[in-house]
């Protein structure tokens, strides 16, 4: 069954943390969240664009929930330990949508040494996220939404490369980040599953739409506006994230994307496909110990 923008539940009295909020796809995820009554907080490294981010939600809509900056730098193991801390004060906590990401960055390193595109993709939300389950975990349980990529299919985890030194090939990289995603996504949610936890995780990918992320790519303005106008917007974008945070029929380990050719298009939202590699648990748990390693923190679940 597709879901589409009309389908999104009122989420008066529902608090939601959105990385990389402050424009592109995660931006119009918030704001559909806010204006279904939602308190969102903006979860983001720039508090110049968060706080134009905000205005422009805050602005265009009649009513619906409110909206904070939280300071946020997933590349920096630090501001990620902070920044969970105050969202921790928050009464409660019921999505946490890691949507943030970088993609075909020039090479550069950040936590452990490790490749920029892993380090922030994938062990900056696992460490956040991993400080926010229990949290995530009261009242009626929250759920966790990894954005992952159509650019896992083709991708496996070179952990002997972790770092770039044996050579850096950007898209290579970017999938790989992108496969740590959906991975970490599924053994978080077989292990609050078998912890008991009230908490899920889910997974989604926007298919191929206008985003921030083609910042790096040469000519990547025009591309964004060319993807915008033949695949997805950013708004389009946003769908299959919203439906795995709102949609009530939706289960922990569940993957949706965009209903539409390949899924790298569509207007409804739906079930996507995983790889075989994205499903493999013995990858998963190697992954997860491997995070555990790298940042120093231990979801111990």
Known sequence: MSFTFGDIPIQQGRTAVVTGANTGIGFEIARALAAKGARV?????????????????DGGREQGGETEYLHLDLANLATVREAAETARKEERIDMLVNNAGVMM?????ATAGCELQFAVNHLGHFAFTSLLLDKLAEGDGGRVVMQSSIAHRNADIDFDNLDGSKGYEKTKFYGQSKLANLLFANELDRRLRKAGSKGVALASHPGIAAS???????GGKIFS????????????????ALQAATDPSAQGGDYYGPYGFKETRG???????????AQDEELAARLWDKSVELTGVD???
């Open 267 to 277: 207007k409804t939202s739906g079930r996507a496909v995983q790889s075989k590699r």
């Open 212 to 218: 921030e992320l083609t910042r790096h790519l040469t």
């Open 299 to 301: 979801p111990e679940i």
């Open 41 to 57: 907080l903006l979860a983001c490294r720039d508090g110049d664009k968060a706080a134009e981010a905000i205005a422009r939600i």
């Open 105 to 109: 960055p020039p090479f550069s390193t």
């Open 225 to 240: 506006s060319v993807v915008g106008a033949v695949l997805n917007t950013s708004e389009e974008g946003a769908l299959p």
